[in-house]
């Protein structure tokens, strides 16, 4: 059996050598030449062209650590539909620098350091077998960096897939064991690991992934990597905080998922009117309190209270607001952006954003809609739910003068 250097049979993969060389040019390599060292040493490892070329059945069942030619590594590109993160690795030119350092104090690629590498083997279509690596981007990075570019051998567990499988059900296993490592390391960040977990199939990220579509949502470019139509006209979540844990957790817990929804929904309005494309996370929570509270309760605590507004009476107040805090007043705009819907210096409390944004105009709202000539007091039972939400007992005081 043939270890293959080519993959164009798949989609989704990228070499790792290929792309550093695109990334680091001859120039630039000079600079590490003879300054970092490298002391390890795999000769008495088996090769995986060893492997391959005595291959059995058995071995098809079993893992198997080798030593593996660093130009022979491809890995499943996050951007291409895969579930690794290869070329954002590579580009990551200070950090991984900065990473080789903390490595050891000795300037070198440390054999005891590196530890294993993990990797899966892929069928070739014309007979042979492709190296995936799910885990490693950085170690094969800091070992070319310590090489000035020239490749050399990495020490890696490989495991082979089914022959009959299909490029999605290799992503999947791939992702699934690569969501796992990344789950448990801090270099990862939520969009990797999202990604990573969507990928995989894994409950949490697939619903979180299907609520954004629905809601006609984008986070990064997976619903460009998915070819979801019209999702280039689609605003963009900063952040997947509170929605990424699945269904009856995070916010969908804490405000209900209908609520969560009419959020998002107020948000698309309000985009319209301030050209905002990219939307926070915080302004998503407070929008969702505000419906979670002033929908459910009102003025008077009750088995079946009489709600202080119906969800669209709430959006209409919302749009109304925008449109007014547009307007230009003696030469100066007082622009409210959704994304002023945000944690500032020490203040980190959203029934606080809440009291400081919307009073007293929505108790104004609530008299124009409802022709009454007095408003509702702190005394009115959805306001006490407020100022429950507020932790800080300090910030309540203010909510509460807000409000009052």
Not at 168 to 177: F, P, Q, R, W
Not at 198 to 214: G, I, P, S, T
Not at 379 to 392: F, G, P
Request: charged share 25%.
């Amino acid at each position: 059996m043939l270890l293959r250097n080519d993959a164009v049979c798949y989609t989704d993969l990228v070499n790792n050598f290929e792309q550093f060389h695109i990334q680091y040019k001859e120039s630039d390599l000079l600079d590490f030449q003879g300054k970092w060292g490298d002391d390890s040493d795999y000769s008495h490892i088996q090769t995986i062209e060893d492997l391959l070329e005595n291959l059995t059945p058995k071995d098809l069942e079993k893992s198997h650590i080798v030593s593996v030619d660093i130009r022979d590594i491809f890995s499943s590109e996050e951007s291409l539909g895969g579930c690794d993160r290869p070329l954002w690795s590579i580009q990551q030119n200070t950090a991984q620098k900065q990473q080789f350092k903390s490595l050891n104090r000795h300037m070198k690629y440390r054999q005891d350091a590196a530890q294993v590498l993990s990797g899966m083997m892929r069928p070739h279509p014309d007979g042979g077998w492709i190296l995936v690596k799910y885990i490693g981007n950085n170690r094969v990075l800091m070992k070319l960096l310590a090489n000035a570019g020239v490749s050399t051998r990495v020490l890696m567990s490989i495991r082979f897939h089914e022959p009959s499988g299909s490029q999605s059900e290799y992503i999947a296993i791939e992702s699934e064991l690569h969501a796992t490592d990344a789950g448990d390391k801090s270099g990862q960040n939520e969009a990797q690991k999202f990604t990573s977990g969507y990928r995989a199939n894994r409950e949490n990220e697939v619903y979180c992934f299907n609520f954004l579509k629905n809601n006609q949502f984008n986070y990064r470019t997976i619903m460009t990597q998915e070819n979801v139509e019209g999702c280039e006209d689609w605003l963009t979540l900063k952040s997947l905080q509170g929605i990424k844990d699945g269904r009856g957790n995070g916010h969908f817990k804490k405000y209900g998922e209908n609520n969560i929804i009419h959020a998002l929904n107020t948000i698309k309005e309000l985009a319209k009117i301030t050209g905002e494309k990219v939307i926070g996370a915080t302004p998503v929570e407070v929008i969702a309190l505000m419906y979670s509270i002033y929908t459910v309760y009102g003025k008077k605590e009750a088995e079946n209270p009489t709600p202080m507004f119906t969800p669209k009476q709430l959006h209409d107040y919302f749009v109304k607001l925008w449109k007014i805090k547009q307007i230009q007043s003696f030469g100066q705009k007082s622009e409210l952006k959704i994304n002023s819907l945000s944690w500032s210096g020490g203040v980190k409390d959203n029934a606080y954003i809440c009291a400081r944004e919307f009073w007293p105009t929505i108790v104004e709202y609530w008299m124009d809609i409802n022709s009454a000539k007095i408003g509702w007091s702190i005394e009115c039972h959805a306001n006490t739910i407020l100022v429950s939400k507020c932790m800080d007992k300090h910030l309540a005081r203010e909510v509460r003068a807000a409000i009052a």
